[in-house]
């Protein structure tokens, strides 16, 4: 065996890693992404096909997703036992690299891939109040992804339904159901493809933390598709100076029995291992 094998995951490790990883979070539960495994690391690519349109918004989601997925890679290969150098659009068709060096895990990551297979996005009513601090902790995790997080005024949106959220700057009128909820704004100084991946790998990292602390979460961008909506939140929350890119509800608990988990993609699907 040579070095670049001693220093690389055998395939099972990998396998159960992307297995892992495929519990992130996407828009409409896509899946939009591609793993390229090869003798000295790891390409992630979307899958542009997956995509739910043709609109800015649709391109956005697919970005917001492959990061939440290179997010949930990273901790799982941190878990592993194996710390990852992520190198974002190295090349054409490429949306990050990983290259990977043997390193024990730390209790953080440990917390995240255990919290993995228990996040869901739960639309259901929220209730309870956030413990003390919840927010600002998770303001300072956004920021080691270059995202800013801020509270969306509640007087700014909406559960006007089941499923379905509003922003409220072009108010039709639309009551609130009852709700005990924050909504945050993920926003990026820069709006383009790479603070996207950007924001999505926090979108993973907030949601994964937020599960790792009992709370309940679901992302969201359909509200965020109105560009509207999207200016005037801008300019409420950060002055004009950064680009809502996601949403994220957060709560204390939801109102029901823990919620099944949609079905993935196996990882023999979204997956090739080029070894040879
Ligand atoms: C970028 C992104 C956008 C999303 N937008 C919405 C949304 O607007 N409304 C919604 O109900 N869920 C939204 N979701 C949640 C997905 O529908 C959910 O992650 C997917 O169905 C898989 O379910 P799970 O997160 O419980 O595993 C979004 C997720 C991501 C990553």
Redesign the pocket.
Known sequence: MDDVDAAFPDTSTLERVLDLAA???????AQPWRWLVGRRGVQLAADWQRRRGDSRSDR??VL??CG?VLHHCVVALAAAGWASRVHRFPEAEVLASISLDPRPAGAGSLELAEAISR?????RPFRGTLPAGTIEQLVVRAARFDVEVSVVPTARWARLGE???ALRYDDDGAQQLDEEAAMLVLATGTDNDLARLRA?EA??DL?LAAAALGLVT??????LRDPRSRLALACEVFDGAAYPQ??IRLGQQSVGEP?P??G?RPVAETTTFALG
């Open positions: 519990n992130a979070p996407s828009a409409g539960n956005g989601d917001l997703s939440a996040r869901r996005a739960d639309r499923a379905e959220y999505g979108l993973s949601t679901c992302p969201l961008t359909e509200p996601a949403l919620l988990p949609p993935r």
